[in-house]
């Protein structure tokens, strides 16, 4: 379940992979109602939009618990100094540009007065006055925000596939196959 020295864990490739799956689908939808007239359909897709924002937040806390619960695997070839630095500081702000995504995506809702929605569950009520000023600020964090984004998002692939082809060192089987052989 938990990483080892040598590989990652059950829970932190699951994870992994949830979040990519969760993103892809959210900017699949984000990007469908951005252009989409005001009406039913657009709320409908903004609702489950936000909905699966909440989702990916929850999945993100529990993810950065895992990442610092325990060991964080070694990297294969420790003297690659630069390109395991590389590595951890695209980890670093890509954790931090998702959550800064994610709130800017809720502070938009709320700078409207909207409670941000789970699936007709519950709702995170927002603190906020309707402020349409501010509501464009966030709208704006979040459209930019969701371009770093992406650009980690083809950083951190670009990174795989060096380690995949180049390489050829065993990185990406890490996250891919149940039992690390690295």
């Known amino acids: 379940m938990w990483n080892s020295e040598s590989g990652y864990g059950w829970l932190a490739k699951s994870l992994h992979w949830l979040v990519a799956l969760l993103m892809v689908g ?8 951005a252009d989409m007239p005001r009406g039913d359909e657009k709320t409908e897709l903004l609702t489950l939009h936000a909905s699966f924002g909440l989702l990916l937040l929850a999945f993100m806390v529990v993810r950065l618990g895992v990442r610092m619960k325990g060991v964080r695997p070694r990297p294969l070839d420790p003297s690659a100094t630069r390109l395991n630095a590389l590595a951890h500081t695209v980890h670093r702000v890509l954790y931090l540009v998702i959550f800064l995504v994610i709130a800017a995506g809720m502070l938009t809702l709320m700078t409207v007065g909207w409670d941000v929605p789970f699936f007709g569950l519950f709702a995170v009520p927002t603190p906020f006055e309707r402020d349409m000023a501010l509501h464009h600020l966030f709208e704006e964090i ?29 990185t990406l089987r890490r996250m891919t196959r149940e039992k690390s052989e690295c």
Do not use: E, N, P
């Not at 959210?26 to 109602?33: E, K, L, T």
């Not at 930019?144 to 060192?169: E, N, P, Q, R, S």
């Open 142 to 170: 979040h459209i930019y925000g969701w371009w770093v984004l992406a650009g980690l998002v083809a950083l951190h692939l670009i990174g795989a596939m060096y380690h995949a082809f180049v390489l050829k060192d065993g």
């Open 26 to 33: 959210m900017s699949v939808v984000g990007f469908i109602f």
